[in-house]
């Protein structure tokens, strides 16, 4: 997957988790989105706030469960 296809999609998720709590949908951390990808699936993280999220904090896991950084993913 390209470095723009990785970011359009990690920006995507941001915008609707941001979405999803101006709505009242969730409240604070509660919630997540995620959205399959090439060889794993990117996934919201675990305990951050939605309003000042950023790209960066959408964490990728590999099919085995596997992740890089140092954000969790959504224990969901």
């Known amino acids: 997957m390209s470095d723009d296809a990785d970011l359009s999609i990690r920006k995507s998720i941001v915008e609707a ?41 959408i964490v990728f896991m590999q099919w085995d469960g596997s992740y890089a950084g140092d954000v969790l993913p959504s224990s969901e």
């Open 17 to 57: 988790l941001q979405s999803m709590a101006r709505l009242g949908i969730n409240k604070g951390t509660a919630g997540n989105i995620s959205v399959r990808g090439e060889g794993g699936f990117y996934i919201s993280p675990t305990g951050l706030a939605y309003d000042g999220m950023t790209p960066d904090k």
